[in-house]
């Protein structure tokens, strides 16, 4: 934003201490004069000419005083407000450092508590959490185009294959160019649903998890079936705020996530809503394969699977548990990932509760 220049920071305190301090000598020099030309002197108001030798004695002495404390103010001033606005200074360099592009900056001033500390405290928590949204959407943005070049390439091969052998039989290659073109379909509504949960543009109503729970066991359960899983789902009620539809895909992408990595027969999905004080907690737990807590730790990064063992009608786009993830930090909640001791995982989605004075 382009604005006219103006006086610094610096020099209106300079020119604000010096006025304060020349308004404080005026008012104290002008006390003096009232002391003596109002009260009377005893042995001295006899003496002829006496008004008018106090004033030429007073008006020299108040002059050298303004003088002094015009010049030790704008001085003294000046020292002053260099010093206080020294932090600020720091401040601006680190922001326009950021505004430059470099977020790895920290400002780190020394000192005890104070405003500018509490400010600069402040703003490189700031710069720390923009760095680590900027770098996770840089390897988001990688990943998504890694993931989309793919299809795009597959489908340029089979219509390459097409034209090169007209006599081929066009159902096979159809077949494949769509279940390539729903897999790309799939991963472009992922991604969009990813942005919209980080961006946090949705409408919150009240939501029972519970139901949630239910409506999408009871949407996946012909998957279960056809894995050779046992599906099972508990709770009580449990209120909170949030979007439907972004919570419903929430419960939907674990219930999913917990039936496709599995055992390859006799596996089980259990599936429990609860409340806990001030909050509310859906819990998804699945057996399998032994995951390392390392292994989990990566889970909820886009694009990352836990094995390579799935059916690749069911495969996913890989950002399963991260939309899980988005969407729920979208609704200030916290995502757990715990490693089961017998194989597979236990994932804890922590919300908070509706508000029950909400609805009085």
Do not use: C
Not at 72 to 86: D, E, I, N, S
Not at 89 to 108: C, K, P, Q, V
Not at 135 to 149: D, K, T, V
Request: aromatic letters at 4%; charged letters at 20%.
């Amino acid at each position: 934003m382009d604005r006219p220049p103006g006086l610094s920071v610096r020099v209106k305190l300079t020119l604000s201490y010096t006025g304060f301090l020349m308004l404080a000598g005026v008012l104290m020099l002008g006390a003096g004069w009232l002391f003596l030309n109002r009260v009377s002197h005893v042995g001295l108001i006899l003496i002829p000419g006496y008004r008018s030798a106090v004033v030429r004695s007073f008006a020299p002495t108040a002059a050298v005083a303004l003088t002094f404390l015009l010049v030790f103010g704008l001085g003294g001033g000046w020292l002053l407000a260099g010093r206080m606005l020294a932090p600020l200074t720091r401040i601006t360099d680190a922001t326009r450092m950021a505004a430059d592009g470099s977020l790895s900056h920290r400002i780190r001033l020394p000192g005890r508590k104070d405003e500018f500390r509490e400010l600069a405290d402040a703003f490189d928590t700031m710069l720390a959490r923009l760095e680590a949204h900027v770098a996770g959407q840089q390897r988001f943005a990688a990943n998504a185009s890694h993931e989309l070049r793919t299809p795009l390439a597959i489908s340029k091969a089979l219509l390459d294959v097409a034209r090169a052998d007209p006599d081929r039989d066009t159902g096979e290659i159809i077949a494949r160019l769509h279940a390539v073109n729903t897999r790309a379909i799939d991963l472009t509504e992922a991604l969009l649903l990813v942005s919209r949960a980080d961006q946090r543009s949705f409408t919150r109503a009240d939501v029972d998890l519970s139901l949630l729970a239910e409506e999408a066991a009871e949407m996946l359960l012909p998957l279960a079936e056809k894995h050779g899983v046992t599906l099972r789902t508990s709770g009580d009620i449990t209120p909170t705020t949030g979007s439907p539809a972004l919570l419903l895909q929430l419960t939907t992408n674990l219930v999913h996530n917990a039936i496709v990595h599995n055992l390859p027969e006799r596996g089980s999905v259990w599936v429990h809503a609860g409340a806990r004080p001030g909050t509310v907690v859906l819990t998804v737990e699945n057996t399998g394969e032994q995951v390392t807590p390392q292994l989990a730790a990566t889970l909820t990064e886009p694009f990352q699977r836990g094995t390579e063992r799935v059916h690749a009608d069911h495969a996913g786009v890989g950002l399963g548990l991260a939309i899980v993830k988005t969407i729920t930090q979208a609704h200030d909640g916290t995502l757990t990932l715990t490693p089961r001791p017998t194989g597979g995982l236990r994932i804890t989605v922590e919300l908070p509760a509706a508000d029950p004075r909400a609805d009085n």
